[in-house]
């Protein structure tokens, strides 16, 4: 995974309360120094450092080896770049040390000789310009190895940074202050007369800024002796640079001029944010006086929206008399221009919810994306009573919620019951979570309740939400000192008690106005999967329904009447928890195979050979029938062989050990295990051959449509068989399996992209026209590989970036499951390519870059059989498993024979493959004989060993 998507993985991870690869080390002192990248956060993280210096008086070397460790100091290194980069609204970009030469020039790379504080760097952006270059393991390793003789972290960042700390503010008098006292001396005159210039011309740039929608062109207004003001735009089509055209006049102005002010578009670094401004460059010529003034704001699409805060005197440094005379002649000459104009706009910079949209604006600019998409949705304008009503019948078990049965949750029964007055007339808000089990942030199966903070009205967007559910969240973590003040607030008591235990059932419990005074609520709501993308949270907002009916109970909105822009939201945080699954994956891989793994190969390869051993007993077949599993009860006819009850799900069990094997060796960097892929293919094609079977006799079996449809990832085993040298039987399998998409019954979901991009190749190799329904997930990269089959051009230059890119999508997309780490669909690509003789492509990603090895001759499939599947493939066949004969119901609709019949060659290798059979059991007889022989004299020899040992004391002792 590139740099830059890491460290956002890695933030991403951290603030949602995921595990980081290998751990995070100082966890809890991280959680209490409040990473909420503000400026203020960089004291606590100093503190936190020169503590852990104090203490433990690390060691580089010693320190940076342990995993947990090393993680907590590039965690920070990605959140001091990140914190800089959104204050600054730039985009950030991560590099490692020997990526710097494409983005560096050559002087600069050879000053930064390879270390530990070189070897992570960020660039930052703006406007798709590079304007600095940053270095955050510098301080952070100066702090934590050196201690005292380093500089702070806030000293650091603040050269980038560079926030107007030291501005004086202008204050707006109160609305019955006295009128501005006569100016004691000359100076102080023209101080007066240019603040009331200044603010003249600054209530006329924000008239047009607002008029045009725009920041608008430089202005110049100017003050005559005989007291005349004029004011002159300076057009940007007209003057190279406008500024210093204003400039220019003002250096050199009229003879009657007295005082003029230039006024243009730029920005201002406060303590929390960056915001736009309109800057006013104010000069009065006799005495002479200069000041620069910056007023932050930010504009807005509709006029009445746009947002003023305090205007901060940049140069020169004022006295308080001086700032406080400056300041009440601004702020009348805007009310001589247009009354009430600054108090309708004026928002002071500390207002939660304007500080939640400037953290939405710093993380847009931080990651390249537009600022809030939930800022111009209408979620009044659901109306879930008529999206239930245009439900499908057969489709309305999924907006209800599979409650736990009763005893399990009784303190929800409450909220369960409140469900369906929300589906029948509920409105639509914005929730945010609070808490929730980790759990949900990861695949599974089980719900899990969590508490939201919500605005009944529906009036606070998601970002607002945000600031509120930290801070209740905070209470969780201080509930100690909530319990121990002297008089305690109720209703944050009562919130710190129910946040203790998320099993808790709360019902709109109000938010204390010490934490929001917009009348928000926390309550507990049932998180089901099926109601959310991808079935597990991939962001912390999502819509709700509320009532005034059931007052409290709050559900979360099914997924499928999502707007829009929420779910595009949330798929690309899907893609990026689904990065850090793929890493998590990949990681895993590095170990030997799991016992769990192990076990499971043990299991089916067992089951398998009591197969072929016994056949399928009639007590087995009994208890299978009686547990339902296998989907048969004794009344269907044709009566199922066999080899149709589980005999599959084990080949299917011992497909997925032996497909983690392959990945584990290309995760290593070694070739493809052909062998080993041949084997994984070969358990898929019998259990697929099995599944084929059942789905031809469903009907005459009277089963409905959807019972033993197909899987379309069955399509990706046969992909790997073709890319392994199965050629001939994968491309039989595979023209069955393409075949039946003309039947609408045949399975029983869409492909995902992969799955479908297999398909596609297939079907083309084969000659088999096949309509595919497009993935519910998109995947440009790989899409544009098969537009127009680009993967068969023979200019490798453009299919080798393709490929690239097509690699990095799937780390972001790749479902989970046994595939997640080898895609397989662009193997296939390789393996055609190399059929038809075009050129070898060299990939530089993981997934592709080690070396393929040679593909080889084809081989049939019993060539790639181990004893084992040989004799079970002679016993599936003697029980009229034909597979001749499954091809051709598939592809002619021939009639599907239901009788076994063996002919005498079939006979002969009935009979060979249980010599086979005969002769693995006795090599495993052997081979375990052996085993128990060798621990035996392992045992005796240790009894040994010891007690000579025991004697030797014994002796010393007396």
């Not at 640079?241 to 009657?256: F, G, L, S």
């Not at 439900?391 to 005893?407: C, G, H, I, R």
């Not at 799937?810 to 055609?832: D, N, R, S, W, Y």
Request: hydrophobic share 50%; glycine share 6%.
């Amino acid at each position: 995974m590139p740099a830059t998507d890491t460290a956002a993985s890695w933030l991403h991870a951290y603030h949602t309360g995921a595990d980081l690869p290998g751990g995070l080390a100082f966890r809890a002192a991280l959680d209490q120094a409040d990473l909420d990248y503000s400026p203020d956060s960089l004291a606590r993280i100093d503190r936190l450092l020169r503590q852990i210096r104090r203490e433990l008086a690390p060691e580089p070397r010693i320190f940076m080896e342990k995993t947990g460790q090393r993680n907590f100091v590039l965690l920070l290194a990605f959140y001091l770049g990140t914190l800089i980069a959104r204050h600054t609204l730039q985009r950030i970009d991560w590099y490692h040390h020997d990526e710097l030469a494409d983005v560096l020039p050559a002087d600069e790379v050879r000053k930064l000789p390879h270390s530990m504080t070189t070897s992570l760097a960020c660039t930052f952006r703006r406007d798709g310009e590079l304007s600095a270059f940053f270095l955050p393991l510098r301080p952070l390793a100066g702090i934590l190895f050196r201690g005292t003789e380093t500089p702070d972290l806030a000293a650091a960042a603040e050269s980038f940074l560079r926030r107007a700390l030291a501005a004086a503010v202008l204050v707006a008098p109160e609305p019955q202050a006295e009128s501005p006292q006569q100016p004691a001396d000359y100076a102080a005159d023209a101080l007066q007369r240019l603040g009331r210039l200044a603010g003249i011309q600054f209530a006329h740039a924000l008239l047009a800024w607002q008029a045009e929608g725009r920041p608008a062109d430089p202005q110049l207004c100017f003050e005559t002796s005989a007291g005349r003001r004029d004011q002159r735009r300076v057009s940007s089509r007209l003057d190279a640079d406008p500024v210093e055209t204003c400039r220019a006049r003002m250096a050199h102005p009229e003879p009657d001029w007295v005082g003029a002010v230039a006024s243009h578009a730029g920005h201002v670094n406060l303590a929390r944010f960056r915001s736009s401004a309109v800057m006013l460059e104010a000069h009065w010529f006799a005495p002479h006086l200069a000041v620069s003034v910056a007023v932050p704001c930010r504009p807005a699409a509709d006029r009445d929206a746009v947002m003023l805060h305090s205007p901060r005197v940049l140069q020169p440094a004022m006295q308080e008399g001086q700032a406080k005379i400056f300041a009440q002649a601004f702020f009348a000459g805007i009310e001589g221009v247009k009354p009430g104009l600054w108090a309708r706009h004026f928002v002071a910079e500390t207002d939660p919810a304007e500080l939640a949209w400037r953290q939405q604006e710093q993380v847009a600019a931080a990651q390249g994306t537009a600022c809030d998409p939930c800022a111009a949705l209408d979620l009044g304008a659901l109306d879930i009573a008529r999206c239930m009503s245009e439900l499908p019948a057969d489709q309305y078990a999924y907006a209800e919620v599979d409650a736990p049965a009763a005893e399990r949750a009784p303190q929800f029964a409450p909220l369960f019951g409140a469900l369906p007055a929300l589906l029948a007339g509920g409105r639509v808000v914005w929730g945010h979570l609070v808490l929730t089990s980790r759990l949900m942030f990861h695949p599974g199966a089980e719900s899990h309740p969590g508490f939201v903070v919500y605005d009944p009205a529906g009036r606070l967007l998601p970002a607002a939400l945000q600031v509120v559910a930290r801070r209740l969240l905070a209470l969780r973590r201080t509930a100690s000192a909530v319990h121990a003040e002297a008089a305690p607030d109720a209703l944050a008591a009562a919130i710190t008690e129910q946040l203790q235990n998320e099993l808790s059932c709360a019902a709109g419990l109000a938010v204390p106005q010490g934490i929001s005074r917009s009348g928000l609520l926390l309550s507990s709501i049932w998180l089901e999967r099926k109601h959310l993308p991808a079935e597990r949270l991939s962001a912390r907002f999502f819509p709700i329904l509320v009532s005034d009916a059931t007052p409290g109970r709050v559900m979360l909105l099914p997924a499928r009447w999502w707007p829009e822009p929420v779910l595009a939201h949330w798929m690309a945080a899907e893609r990026v928890a689904r990065g850090d699954d793929w890493e998590h994956t990949r990681a895993a891989l590095a170990a030997p195979r799991s016992d769990a793994h192990s076990r499971a190969l043990a299991e089916a390869l067992e089951a398998i050979e009591q197969y072929v051993a016994h056949g399928m007993t009639d007590a087995r077949i009994a208890q299978l029938c009686a547990q339902g599993s296998a989907g048969f009860t004794n009344a269907v006819d044709p009566p199922p062989r066999a080899w149709e009850w589980e005999m599959d799900a084990h080949l299917q069990a011992a497909a997925e050990v032996y497909l983690g094997d392959v990945a584990r060796a290309r995760a290593h960097g070694d070739a493809l295990p052909a062998e080993r892929a041949r084997l994984v293919y070969v358990c898929a094609h019998m259990a697929q051959m099995i599944a084929l079977y059942r789905l031809l006799l469903r009907e005459p079996r009277g089963f409905a449509a959807p019972a033993f449809a197909l899987d379309p990832a069955a399509i990706l085993y046969v992909a790997l068989g073709f890319a392994a040298g199965c050629d001939a039987p994968a491309r039989q399998l595979a023209r069955m399996l393409c075949t039946l998409w003309q039947r609408d019954d045949a399975y029983r979901a869409a492909p995902d992209a992969q799955a479908r991009a297999a398909f596609i190749l297939l079907a083309r190799h084969c000659n088999v026209t096949i309509a595919l329904p497009a993935p519910a997930e998109a995947a440009p990269a790989l899409e544009a590989l098969l537009e127009g089959d680009l993967w068969r051009d023979a200019d490798g230059v453009r299919v080798a970036a393709a490929l690239e890119a097509a690699c990095s999508e799937h780390t972001e997309i790749a479902p989970p499951g046994p595939f997640q780490c080898l895609p397989v669909a662009l193997l296939l690509m390789l393996k055609l390519r190399a059929l038809a003789g075009l050129k070898h492509l060299q990939i530089t990603h993981p997934l592709l870059a080690p070396p393929l090895g040679s593909w080889g001759a084809g081989v049939e499939l019993a060539a790639a059989l181990d004893p084992l599947l040989t004799s079970l493939r002679a016993r599936l066949q003697a029980q009229g498993c034909d597979e001749n004969a499954i091809a051709k119901a598939v592809l002619e609709g021939a009639p599907l024979g239901l009788t076994p019949t063996l002919s005498p060659e079939q006979q002969a290798k009935m009979a060979q493959a249980e010599l086979l059979m005969a002769q693995f059991s006795n090599a495993a007889e052997t081979r375990r004989d052996s085993a128990l022989r060798g621990r035996r004299m392992l045992i005796i020899g240790a009894c040994a060993i010891w007690g000579m040992l025991l004697l030797w004391v014994f002796f010393q002792l007396r």
